[in-house]
């Protein structure tokens, strides 16, 4: 088999896809009109994945890209796509998604939601590992095969003061007693503090938590520890809130390490902005939020007037959920805990009659929900996703249920990788 070929157009995972001896094969790297040589790495049935090893012929939305991990770190997948053609590219799997599987097309396509595409990521989780044969201890994301951990000095997704330590950080864990026993640090990153979260399989010594402390002070990075669960986070000094604001709803979210939150804080902020702009809010409404979190849509809704009732699946977030309203002296918003992936009809909140409903389900999406939609007589429905093939399967119960697909617009919450967000509008006929 010759490992020449022709791509002719990508995967909706950014991939390169080309026909060879009647086999189509994956190849990551690829872009469409390019000649390129390959290796493969694994072998199906009735497809083959690999990698693009030479381009011989590149196409003119290739770009060079700026890390110069960029061939082996997994945090990545898209550098070497102009940013415009990443767009499109999630634009396009998300209209063919919604299509294939929803066999539906929105009335209208909303301009896509775009903010920094480099050092935007607040929030990551750092494998970190000793690794013998290099004599080094490596923290980073895995390679692209997912085996191993990249070895890498920088990231230029995250924000400069942890992407441009990388290194710093893995000198600072070799000078711990206990540097094989640290398998990842947790990345929290608010407007006005940077924690990072060092999971110890081990207790650390006086000297080991000194040594991180002054890491700490001498970068200004909040420091903690987390032994086991998430419960077990302790700050190695006096703990500090970590918060971010949404401006244009003159809220501040208060938020520990661990909890989830958006990754992306300046797009996070467009995106309420316009959940806000098309389900305009006023004092006449009452909004379900269905898998609330902290309360990022919730509250604003709540300010403009709304009764708001938030649903999340984990205890724990609704407490901060409450806790945020109170932060923020909002007395019309309400949060319960419950299971959204059963019947909900012997919750008390789900016998309201509601006026619009807020969906943001987690890449399983939120079938369960779709199918007992109806019953809250809804006048509009947005739904934020992650999955744009579970978002197009959810679309077409909601659509059975009488509604019609408004709008829908990319997200770009995550550039330079293949990771598609969407929101989308259902109105009721």
């Known amino acids: 088999m010759t490992n020449q070929v022709t791509i002719k157009t990508l995967s909706h995972d950014g991939r390169g896809i080309a026909q060879i001896e009647g086999k189509t094969i994956f190849l990551a790297g690829g872009l469409p009109g390019e000649e390129v040589v390959f290796k493969i790495t694994r072998k199906h049935k009735n497809y083959n994945e690999g990698f693009v090893t030479e381009v011989l012929k590149p196409s003119i939305d290739r770009v060079a890209p700026p890390c110069p991990h960029y061939d082996i770190c997994g945090g990545c997948s898209l550098q070497h796509l102009a940013h415009a053609k990443q767009i499109a590219l999630k634009e396009q799997v998300m209209l063919e998604q919604l299509q294939h599987f929803g066999n539906v097309i929105p009335k209208e396509l909303l301009p896509p939601l775009v903010g920094p595409i480099w050092g935007y990521r607040n929030r990551a989780r ?5 690794v013998q044969k290099k004599q080094k201890l490596l ?16 990231c230029l997704i995250l924000p400069p003061q942890v992407g441009q330590k990388i290194s710093l950080l893995g000198e600072t864990i070799s000078k711990l007693s ?44 909040q420091i903690c520890l987390q032994p086991g669960n998430l419960t077990s986070i302790t700050s190695l000094t006096s703990p ?21 939150t958006q990754i992306n804080p300046e797009v996070n902020r467009q995106m309420v902005n316009q959940a806000l702009k098309l389900l305009a809010p006023t004092s ?16 604003s809704f709540a300010k403009l007037g709304a009764k708001t009732l938030g649903i999340e699946g984990s205890a724990v977030m609704v407490e901060r959920a409450k806790i945020n309203a ?23 909140w789900s016998k309201i009659k509601y006026t619009k409903i807020i969906l943001d389900p987690p890449r399983t999406g939120a079938l369960e929900i779709a199918q007992q939609l109806e019953k809250f007589t809804a006048e509009k429905i947005l739904y934020i996703s992650c999955n744009p093939a579970t978002l ?33 509008l259902f109105e009721r006929l």
């Not at 929290?188 to 010594?205: C, P, Q, Y």
């Not at 077409?396 to 293949?418: Q, V």
Request: negative net charge; contains cysteine.
């Open 126 to 130: 750092l494998a970190v590992k000793y």
């Open 139 to 154: 923290v980073g994301f895995h390679e692209k095969n997912g085996r191993y951990i990249a070895d890498i000095s920088q």
């Open 178 to 221: 206990v540097f094989a026993d640290i398998p990842q640090i947790e990345v929290a990153i608010g407007d006005h503090t940077t924690t990072l979260v060092f999971r110890n399989l081990k207790e650390l010594s006086l000297a080991d938590k000194e040594i991180l402390s002054a890491f700490g002070r001498e970068h200004n990075f």
């Open 240 to 260: 500090v809130e970590l918060s971010y604001t949404l401006p244009e709803s003159k809220i501040e979210l208060l938020f520990k390490p661990g909890d989830f």
């Open 284 to 299: 006449t409404d009452t909004i379900l939020d269905l898998f609330c979190g902290l309360g990022n849509f919730t509250l």
């Open 326 to 348: 109170a932060h923020n002296n909002i007395a019309n918003a309400e949060f319960y805990a419950a299971d959204l992936t059963q019947n909900l009809s012997g919750q008390t």
């Open 392 to 424: 197009a399967r959810d679309a077409k119960e909601i659509i059975n249920k009488g509604y019609e697909l408004k709008s829908a617009g990319i997200i770009d919450m995550f550039p330079h990788t293949s990771h598609v967000e969407s929101m989308v």
